[in-house]
């Protein structure tokens, strides 16, 4: 089970940050929330991934609110390279050691 | 860092014949990889955890005798769809987790770039 929902799809016009939610409602207190985003006819890309607190990298931030129960993935700048499918996975070590994708937000960035 | 290899990078082959794809972790130590199966405009579809030197687990509705598995090293393991048929086609993407250090069980999967199955 997935155990994320997540939009279907969403627009940004490039250059704006993108926003992308994450509903989790079901997380439990050692799992992690862990973002990828797939380029047509790649292999998932690692973005970031978080316990509780925000976090921040090259790529983008993971803002988790304090119940856990939702993140949202910020892509401060976004680029027309940005356009993909992004996942929200929630995963620990007491719901085993797999990642299972959900349906995913396909984001399409605008000029 | 942290780079998986698949190949080949797409393949056709025809009905009832078998097709091995490889996934190497290249620059890091990996116990256990992932093998996925993602049909069109679909999402990825976890088919099988690969332990080095152990039996792999197979999810739920997956074939083991047709998806066959080997994890011979801790940078290696192989994926044989044996009998491949036209139902099969599709895109198998690996992956692997950094293995052995402390609090790496919560480190991120990295994922090969996926292998493009055609059977005729």
């Known amino acids: 089970d997935a155990k994320t929902t997540q939009p279907t799809s969403m627009d940004c016009a490039e250059g704006r940050a993108a926003n992308l939610p994450c509903n989790h409602s079901t997380i439990s207190g050692n799992e992690y929330v862990y973002w990828y985003r797939q380029i047509h006819s790649q292999g998932p890309q690692y973005i970031i991934h978080g316990l509780k607190n925000n976090e921040t990298n090259e790529m983008a931030s993971l803002i988790i609110t304090e119940d856990r129960k939702s993140s949202t993935l910020i892509l401060p700048h976004a680029t027309l390279r940005d356009t993909a499918v992004y996942y929200c996975?929630?995963?620990?070590?007491?719901?085993?050691?797999?990642?299972?994708f959900g349906t995913g937000t396909s984001l399409t960035v605008i000029p | 860092g942290a780079v998986v290899s698949q190949h080949p990078s797409w393949v056709i082959c025809k009905s009832g014949t078998s097709v091995k794809i490889e996934c190497r972790s290249l620059?890091?130590?990996?116990?256990?990889m992932f093998w996925y199966r993602q049909f069109p405009k679909q999402s990825l579809m976890l088919m099988a955890t690969s332990n080095e030197g152990s039996k792999a687990t197979y999810e739920q509705g997956v074939e083991k005798d047709k998806f066959l598995i080997n994890h011979a090293s801790l940078t290696l393991s192989t994926l044989t769809v044996t009998s491949a048929h036209p139902e099969d086609s599709s895109f198998y993407i690996c992956?692997?987790?950094?293995?052995?250090?402390?609090?790496?069980?919560?480190?991120?999967?990295?994922f090969g770039n996926g292998t493009r199955l055609t059977v005729t």
């Open positions: 620059d890091f130590q990996a116990t256990t």
């Open positions: 992956s692997a987790r950094v293995a052995g250090s402390p609090g790496s069980y919560n480190s991120p999967l990295h």
């Open positions: 996975i929630v995963r620990g070590d007491l719901t085993g050691n797999q990642f299972y």
